[in-house]
DNA sequence: GATGGTAGCATTGTTGAACAATCCGACAAG
DNA sequence: CTTGTCGGATTGTTCAACAATGCTACCATC
């Protein structure tokens, strides 16, 4: 009999004890840096110094090795050994293989928003106000964060743990490539008006439209961040062929 | 004019670089730990204790950790705070959502075979008569490996690194599962039919009879390790609801 | 008998120092 | 211009130490 309110009591405080539950200094030391990655203080390339990070962060290597190797498995950043860790630097192919992904998770998730149950677009509406809102008011790095989370909450149509963080970091490892682009502002602007048409063609149920609005759009933005790679490759030749080829 | 040969010359050796490059203790000891526990030697909810296990192993106590750090972003282990690290337990809502994932990637995966380059498909088939030739000979540990490696080479299709890891991720997490089932040899083994099948039709072109079977297939599995978990559930209602939802 | 406190022990969290191994740049020699 | 070589700087790894936390058992109280 009381059976049933103790089960009650323990879903509704399980909510809460990843507050309660203070994180390990490894993981905030990971989380700080997966933000200064993102946010592009630590531009591509950048070598992370165990010991000047650890001095300002004030841990020690130890524990900061351990913050490393989580942005290494989560693709942020590379370790080379007996050389460090260096925010890592994607290639075109990188580009080409993320957005293959993106399509094959934002498509299906298109697909599947015709039986999703009212109100699982609210996420996907906000975000695309959001950042009209903010392009309006011209703050451009807000439209950029509006604009991921869009697509973000374009995969969590689909419902499913293992791709919403599928999808954080594949849009984690985007913002590494909007980096190397010059203007990224601009970039993400011209595709906000893009993002209200897949909006209004799911809230109006016309899946295939909204498919094909996402795949050109997808299309688009690769052929863009592409050819902005092939411009800066040609641009940055001075280095000899073969060293390239053996830096990797 | 020797720029030619320098760049052909790179262009091989580049291959053999993770050869000569040996991996830091922590990735082997991550890549031990890891079969452990894929293999079932470490059942799932076993404790891993950073003292014994980095005697056995010889290992520091903060290399250890850092080879759990990896462990736990795999999810094949995770981490409670001051308790220590365990071999994750699978829920039947991860059950649920590893196959949701499975049939997004794989049915993708057939989907694409269509416009695959001749030869895609020679992993694919090779897995197959690994599984049956295993099976024949009554190996039923090298059938279910053969089994695994079959989802693996259909994702391959996709040629995608990252679509490849991700795989490679989903199928250790459903090795977790397949301990908590009883006779999983006999699970594989009642699948090696339906490979060959997909296989077939995958080599005759019939891409869409492919999808179907893949779809009856993984309904099938899903369901099996479904009720599986459900009966498991019943027969272990000794401990309490309430503290078996707060362990989590 | 059930609840609540408390002390002790084992384990984890984190640090700092230490030493070997490796890489990198500079400089000299052929 | 290429090839050794040397020294400084950084990483790889271990070890020892201490604080913080969790677990268990025991005891007291109602």
Redesign the pocket.
């Known amino acids: 009999m009381g059976e049933q309110v103790m089960v009650d009591w323990s879903a509704r405080l399980g909510s809460g004890r990843e507050f309660v ?8 030391v990971a989380d700080v840096l997966r933000t200064r990655i993102i946010e592009g203080l630590f531009p591509p390339g950048t ?6 990070i ?1 001095q300002v962060l ?9 913050a ?1 190797r989580l942005l290494c498995h989560e693709r942020l950043a590379v ?7 260096f925010v890592r630097v994607l290639s075109a192919d990188d580009v080409v293989d993320l957005y293959r992904l993106r399509r094959l998770i934002e498509g299906a998730a298109v697909r599947a928003a015709g039986q999703c149950p009212p109100g699982a677009l609210d996420a996907v509406r906000a975000a695309v106000s959001d950042g009209e809102h903010a392009a309006a008011r011209e703050l451009w790095r807000e439209a950029g964060t509006a604009d991921l989370r869009f697509h973000q909450a374009l995969a969590g149509l689909l419902g499913s743990p293992r791709i919403d963080e599928l999808m954080r970091g594949v849009l984690a490892e985007l913002r590494l490539v909007f980096h190397v682009m010059p203007s990224r502002q601009r970039f993400h602007q011209a595709y906000l008006a893009r993002n209200r048409e897949i909006c209004e063609l799911l809230e109006a149920g016309n899946v295939p439209a909204a498919e094909r609005a996402l795949t050109v759009y997808l299309d688009d933005a690769e052929r863009e961040l592409v050819s902005a790679y092939r411009e800066r490759d040609v641009g940055a030749e001075s280095m000899g062929e073969a060293g390239k080829a053996l830096s990797r």
Request: proline share 0%.
């Open positions: 539950a203070r994180t390990a200094t490894a993981d905030r070598r992370l110094s165990e010991e000047a650890g004030g841990v020690s290597r130890n524990t900061l090795r351990e490393f370790h080379e050994l007996n050389r460090g860790v």
